[in-house]
């Protein structure tokens, strides 16, 4: 009998465990700044180092509470398609919060793609 219940046991705390890591992170940081971000800087771009790269502007990210200007770069895109969403800030009740910059797909192609189904669609 004692044997069932240890199995029992961690049967239980593998199925919690499973649980644990499987289940999306709900709960998300938001730091607030009070003050709006200082004017964008105007930044001179060095030579493209090779074909294929994207230029990354500059951005005011966040420090201890205080703006920190996080200079643009050079950068290759993670994937075939991507492009660069630029940080930007929105302001709150709370006060400004940075929303980071990411890659992300072009979907001009899907959406394209997607019209000239629907118009095929249309014409039957």
């Known amino acids: ?31 607030y700044i009070g003050g709006a971000p200082p004017p964008m800087r105007r930044e001179a771009r060095g030579p493209m180092p090779g074909p294929g790269y994207i230029w990354t502007d500059g951005y ?21 398609g991507a492009y660069w969403q630029h940080p930007h800030y929105d302001h709150y009740r ?17 959406e394209e793609h997607r019209d000239d189904q629907q118009r095929d669609d249309r014409r039957r």
Do not use: F
């Open 1 to 31: 009998m004692h044997n069932r219940s240890n199995w029992k046991l961690t049967l239980l705390a593998g199925a919690i465990g499973i649980a644990c890591l499987t289940a999306p992170a709900i709960a998300q940081i938001h730091v």
């Open 60 to 80: 005011w990210g966040t420090s201890r509470g205080r703006y920190v200007w996080m200079p643009g770069a050079w950068q290759r895109a993670p994937y075939e």
């Open 94 to 110: 709370q006060g400004w919060q940075i929303h980071e910059g990411h890659w992300d797909r072009d979907n001009r192609e899907v």
